[in-house]
């Protein structure tokens, strides 16, 4: 049977006597169970600007996060940082983003140019920025490129952290503008308007930032605000990414309400979290096969060597089929909507239902989103033989107990 052809027919994990609710919450807990033992936050207590924010054992002294470093609060600069990064966390490497960004970082404030103190000394003295991103750029190659090479089956020479409108940036003055200039200069334009109101501020970003109802509003807030909105330099997920740090890694967040808490925001969408899904079964459990080829979710034969493609960001705003606002599931999410959101809306969409399925448990939604990456990067290889015997989720994964064609016939 030829790949276009092939009906997907799920395994008795997902042929109920409990309720497909319960099924879904049961892989959901497992993996933030994971990702609660396997944290993925950049590592802050390493950068040098941050020397003084956290203890010898790398915490984070809360104790200490209104106290003010030159003009602007621990948790100000810390957010500006976490900001940036959010932006530049788009790429295809995660850990070479991360280690190239905190080695840009280290090396500017060495040379005293605080560009999170002062955003624009980062173009003022822009010459030696650029130096530092095109020699840090070959260093963290160096590091990286053999091995990301041959866990994603492609050449060495495509790697690249910087990155923009998805695609390595050949050009390094037009990353450095887009990726990392308008980021920088948010704040900046912040403390600026403050100023022509003749106020002033020791956390323009954070106030500005939770200002909105919700971390969810906030985070679309970051991309589409007309004055403050980051626009193409940031996506969806990215701007979801930051919500998580923000409110779930380093519990920044000073707002003490369900719609600044840990189920407050939407599950950042990247194609990890759309393998994971797609090979567990969790996806095909809430809308049909067809309904994602309808979607352009699954587009036929249009992976590498012939295999289907997952298009994950083409799942943002998809309806589940098979949940209605009716079902407990529906009644539940809606209600989750209200009270985490912030919202009141009662079209269901895929990407959010994880929200509704969490809370109430243990676990937040950056519990989930740190399970995910850790067993998208470390076992659940964009490959058609990743290493799905160590896999701690495999019990629970249809792809790797009763249907490997989710595993070997599909790409993200």
Same mark, same amino acid.
């Given at each position: 049977?030829?790949?276009?052809?092939?009906?997907?027919?799920?395994?008795?994990?997902?042929?109920?006597? %409990? !309720?497909?609710?319960?099924?879904?919450?049961?892989?959901?807990?497992?993996?933030?169970?994971?990702?609660?033992?396997?944290?993925?936050?950049?590592?802050?207590?390493?950068?040098?600007?941050?020397?003084?924010?956290?203890?010898?054992?790398?915490?984070?002294?809360? /104790?200490?996060?209104?106290?003010?470093?030159?003009?602007?609060?621990?948790? $100000?600069?810390? *957010?500006?940082?976490?900001?940036? +990064?959010? &932006?530049?966390?788009?790429?295809?490497?995660?850990?070479?983003?991360?280690?190239?960004?905190?080695?840009? *970082?280290?090396?500017?404030?060495?040379?005293?140019?605080?560009?999170?103190?002062?955003?624009?000394?980062?173009?003022? @003295?822009?010459?030696?920025?650029?130096? @530092?991103?095109? +020699?840090?750029? @070959?260093?963290?190659?160096?590091? =990286?490129? $053999?091995?990301?090479?041959?866990?994603?089956? !492609?050449?060495?020479?495509?790697?690249?952290?910087? %990155?923009?409108?998805?695609?390595?940036?050949? +050009?390094?003055?037009?990353?450095? &503008?887009?990726?990392?200039?308008?980021?920088?200069?948010?704040?900046?334009?912040?403390?600026?308007?403050?100023?022509?109101?003749?106020?002033?501020?020791?956390?323009?970003?954070? @106030? =500005?930032?939770?200002?909105? $109802?919700?971390?969810?509003?906030?985070? +679309?807030?970051?991309?589409?605000?007309?004055?403050?909105?980051?626009?193409?330099?940031?996506?969806?997920?990215?701007?979801?990414?930051?919500?998580?740090?923000?409110?779930?890694?380093?519990?920044?967040?000073?707002?003490?309400?369900? %719609?600044?808490?840990?189920?407050?925001?939407?599950?950042?969408?990247?194609?990890?979290?759309?393998?994971?899904?797609?090979?567990?079964?969790?996806?095909?459990?809430?809308?049909?096969?067809?309904? =994602?080829?309808?979607?352009?979710?699954?587009?036929?034969?249009?992976?590498?060597?012939? *295999?289907?493609?997952?298009?994950?960001?083409?799942?943002?705003?998809?309806?589940?089929?098979?949940? %209605?606002?009716?079902?407990?599931?529906?009644?539940?999410?809606?209600?989750?909507?209200?009270?985490?959101?912030?919202?009141?809306?009662?079209?269901?969409?895929?990407?959010?239902?994880?929200?509704?399925?969490?809370?109430?448990?243990?676990?937040?939604?950056?519990?989930?989103? /740190?399970?995910?990456?850790?067993?998208?990067?470390?076992?659940?290889?964009?490959?058609?033989?990743?290493?799905?015997?160590?896999?701690?989720?495999?019990?629970?994964?249809?792809?790797?107990?009763?249907?490997?064609?989710?595993?070997?016939?599909?790409?993200?």
């Amino acid at each position: 049977m030829n790949r276009n052809m092939r009906q997907i027919f799920l395994p008795e994990f997902f042929d109920m006597n %409990t !309720t497909n609710e319960q099924k879904l919450t049961e892989l959901l807990l497992e993996i933030a169970k994971i990702g609660k033992k396997h944290s993925n936050s950049p590592p802050l207590h390493k950068l040098f600007p941050f020397r003084h924010y956290f203890d010898k054992n790398g915490v984070l002294l809360r /104790d200490k996060l209104s106290e003010n470093d030159g003009l602007w609060t621990h948790r $100000a600069i810390l *957010t500006r940082f976490l900001f940036l +990064q959010s &932006v530049l966390d788009q790429g295809t490497h995660i850990e070479g983003v991360r280690h190239f960004l905190a080695e840009v *970082t280290n090396s500017l404030y060495e040379k005293e140019i605080r560009f999170l103190h002062k955003p624009v000394d980062f173009f003022r @003295e822009v010459g030696i920025s650029v130096d @530092e991103l095109l +020699q840090k750029h @070959e260093s963290v190659k160096k590091i =990286y490129a $053999a091995n990301w090479a041959k866990e994603n089956q !492609t050449k060495e020479s495509r790697y690249s952290v910087m %990155t923009f409108d998805g695609k390595a940036s050949k +050009q390094v003055l037009n990353y450095a &503008v887009h990726r990392w200039g308008v980021p920088l200069f948010v704040p900046y334009l912040l403390e600026k308007d403050l100023q022509k109101c003749n106020k002033i501020s020791g956390e323009p970003l954070v @106030e =500005y930032l939770e200002g909105f $109802a919700s971390s969810e509003i906030m985070s +679309q807030e970051m991309k589409d605000n007309e004055r403050y909105g980051l626009g193409k330099a940031i996506g969806d997920k990215a701007a979801h990414l930051f919500a998580k740090w923000y409110v779930h890694s380093f519990e920044l967040v000073k707002r003490n309400a369900c %719609t600044w808490g840990k189920y407050s925001y939407e599950l950042p969408l990247d194609s990890n979290v759309g393998r994971v899904f797609w090979r567990t079964g969790f996806l095909l459990k809430l809308a049909t096969m067809q309904d =994602y080829v309808d979607a352009d979710i699954v587009q036929l034969e249009g992976g590498k060597k012939g *295999t289907h493609y997952l298009r994950v960001t083409n799942m943002r705003g998809k309806k589940p089929t098979l949940i %209605t606002s009716g079902d407990a599931l529906g009644i539940r999410y809606i209600d989750h909507m209200k009270t985490h959101f912030g919202q009141r809306k009662r079209i269901i969409e895929i990407q959010r239902l994880p929200n509704a399925l969490l809370v109430g448990t243990d676990y937040a939604i950056g519990d989930l989103d /740190d399970g995910i990456i850790h067993i998208g990067t470390t076992y659940c290889h964009n490959t058609e033989s990743p290493k799905c015997a160590k896999c701690p989720i495999k019990k629970l994964c249809v792809g790797f107990q009763k249907q490997p064609d989710l595993i070997t016939d599909y790409r993200t």
